[in-house]
């Protein structure tokens, strides 16, 4: 039956996985069997939290984590995913795309006024800065696109 939700961020959710997915192995008696989590879209958001839930729990008879997989995963917000990475794709991919010298020069200077190459200089490396990246402004909610690219 379905309950209510008492739970508040991701952390709380891959615990609450981790007992459903122990009772799942105890009634069907699949101890110490590899597992793999996987994902595709959404379940980008979920399966790290529950693959280090699993880790955290050291119990290789019920989390015996082998590998994880996220296809096509949403990691971070639309504007990261993409307004922040088109420069760079465009730049890759401009053999093929072949765009004038007059777009190229107006799109990489819309990137700096965006903010958007800042962004990528100070959190796109490894390893990253601590703490929570910042959320960009959505470029969809001012009433000119401006950063909509």
Not at 42 to 58: C, E, K, L, N, R
Not at 79 to 90: A, H, I, R, S
Not at 141 to 146: A, H, I, K, P, Q
Request: contains cysteine.
């Amino acid at each position: 039956s379905q309950g209510t939700p008492n739970i508040t961020d991701e952390v709380e959710l891959a615990n609450q996985f981790r007992g459903f997915y122990k009772s799942f192995i105890d009634l069907f008696g699949l101890y110490n069997w590899k597992t793999y989590i996987t994902g595709e879209s959404y379940a980008g958001y979920y399966v790290p939290y529950i693959a280090d839930s699993f880790i955290t729990a050291d119990d290789d008879k019920y989390f015996n984590l082998a590998g994880i997989s996220i296809n096509d995963p949403i990691i971070g917000d639309d504007t990261v995913q993409q307004q922040v990475v088109l420069l760079p794709y465009v730049n890759f991919w401009q053999n093929l795309l072949f765009l004038n010298d007059t777009f190229m020069e107006q799109i990489t200077q819309r990137h700096k006024e965006c903010g958007y190459t800042d962004y990528m200089d100070k959190y796109f490396k490894f390893p990253p800065p601590e703490g929570p990246f910042p959320v960009l402004p959505d470029p969809y909610s001012s009433e000119n696109y401006t950063c909509d690219q």
